[in-house]
């Protein structure tokens, strides 16, 4: 984050602007909008800032460029046409610890002007840092489509029964349950309707609802979410929803940085990743911290790599919590295989090529344990295999598939990384797939995809290092991330 976002109260405040054309009447009527006290320093004033010194809505000092104004203003604009008169601003407001903006000039200039939506008290800022203002008007553009204009209104009513609400709801968990439900129910449906009274008297009702609800809730809530494999725009709307309201968030060590990103400030985020053959929370340890945070009433967002259910151990984590009688949700993801492969280019079935696919572990594949699977009838199925947790024992299950009776030259591939934009792929037969990943520098984790359709990599093939950067241009709409 390169710049703090900050919202400054300017009522009453002196500010003051260098420059008398249009721009620094923009900059003006701006502040004046936030109840600031305007100076302008300039020889010469365009006709709209004649007007408001007029209307004595400003003061003026009609001068170049004082130096001396600067110590009595809280902050200052440099809006000239002249970089060294602008350059000249800046360094002494930063002599006199004094904020200055230089306009077009983020380079120079300790604070910028974002992009603005008002729907007071509410207000939304968006920001390039200054490096792409063009962005951050067509995102202000679409947000002031999306948000209904009574939206401040809701704000206001919100803030008008925030120490009742305290009052009645003085757990902070508590609250936050009400106003979510409350802002996404019937009552914010009401404000934004401006029936204000009908959601007075609704709120009544909802309180006491909340809080017979609180006195007799004993415990919280756990989500069993899928994060899908690596691209953090392949987490589910429902996924993203629950993500945003958790109270605790418990996660796998392969799930994207990004997308913790998007749980609340105040949500407490615990690492419980596994890594294979290395160190980490063990499954019986994640079972009981879930099962602890649930019963001390949070909502749990249980946040998975992949699928829960494929080869996840959400079904284990699924059974610890009905087994204490804990209430559940279990929200799928996109299995890596499937996500993997659709960003390689390797579809899971092809007409003429496979009509099955089998996804199958292959972490015990060189030891002779009871979880050993069983490559005879995998390797005579002929249909597309796909093998997770195969990095460690690729030359083990590439033998074993060839000792049964696949062909040494049925194609091969390797994903690592699968759907990120470092994805790397390594093409072959069964016969060298390992000789080659070895060379290639692949380790773990890694699937392995064995059958025809593997061939298709290569014409089907979409993700490349120059093109990952590349989003479509798809604009949401209100209700998408609901």
């Avoid at 502040?31 to 004649?50: D, E, K």
């Avoid at 009905?322 to 209430?327: D, K, R, S, T, V």
């Amino acid at each position: 984050m390169d710049q703090l976002p900050i919202f400054l109260t300017l009522r009453g405040q002196r500010c003051l602007v260098v420059g008398g054309g249009e721009v620094a009447e923009r900059k003006v009527r701006q502040l004046l909008a936030a109840h600031a006290a305007v100076t302008v320093n300039s020889p010469q004033l365009a006709g709209g800032l004649q007007e408001l010194l007029a209307a004595k809505r400003i003061e003026a000092v009609l001068s170049p460029f004082d130096a001396g104004l600067i110590d009595t203003h809280l902050l200052v604009y440099a809006a000239t046409s002249d970089t060294a008169v602008n350059r000249a601003v800046a360094a002494a407001a930063h002599q006199a610890l004094r904020l200055c903006n230089i306009v077009d000039d983020p380079t120079h200039s300790s604070f910028i002007s974002p992009s603005i939506v008002d729907r007071s008290p509410l207000l939304i800022a968006v920001s390039s840092g200054g490096r792409a203002p063009v962005l951050a008007r067509m995102l202000r553009q679409q947000l002031e489509r999306w948000l209904p204009l009574r939206l401040g209104e809701l704000a206001a009513w919100a803030g008008q029964w925030r120490e009742t609400i305290k009052t009645r709801l003085p757990d902070i968990a508590a609250r936050r349950r009400f106003w979510e439900q409350a802002f996404s129910g019937t009552l914010g449906a009401q404000v934004l309707a401006g029936r204000t009274q009908a959601a007075d008297t609704a709120l009544h009702s909802a309180l006491d609802a909340q809080a017979q609800a609180d006195a007799s809730r004993t415990h919280g809530e756990a989500w069993l979410v899928g994060a899908g494999p690596g691209d953090p725009e392949l987490l589910s709307l429902r996924g993203f929803h629950l993500l945003q309201h958790a109270d605790v968030v418990l996660h796998d060590r392969l799930v994207a940085p990004e997308l913790l990103a998007f749980a609340r400030r105040d949500a407490e985020l615990i690492d419980v990743g596994k890594t294979g053959g290395g160190p980490g929370a063990s499954q019986a340890a994640i079972n009981e911290l879930l099962l602890e945070k649930v019963r001390a009433g949070k909502r749990v967002c249980r946040l998975k790599g992949g699928d829960p259910y494929v080869f996840g151990r959400g079904s284990e984590e699924a059974a610890a919590l009905a087994q204490a009688g804990l209430p559940f949700q279990v929200i799928p993801g996109i299995t890596a295989a499937n996500g993997c492969g659709a960003y390689a280019g390797i579809p899971l079935t092809h007409r003429g090529l496979a009509q099955a696919v089998t996804f199958v572990t292959g972490h015990a594949a060189a030891e002779a344990t009871a979880g050993e699977p069983d490559w005879a009838a995998l390797a005579a199925l002929g249909q597309t295999l796909v093998i997770y947790m195969s990095g460690r024992k690729l030359a083990a299950i590439a033998a074993e598939l060839i000792a049964r009776g696949r062909g040494s030259q049925t194609p091969a591939a390797v994903v690592i990384a699968g759907t990120l934009p470092e994805q790397r792929i390594i093409s072959g037969t069964l016969a060298d797939i390992a000789a080659r990943s070895a060379e290639a520098g692949i380790g773990s984790p890694a699937l392995l995809y064995v059958g025809e359709v593997v061939g298709l990599a290569g014409q089907l093939g979409w993700q490349t290092p120059a093109s990952t950067a590349a989003r479509p241009n798809l604009e949401l709409r209100p209700g998408d991330l609901q």
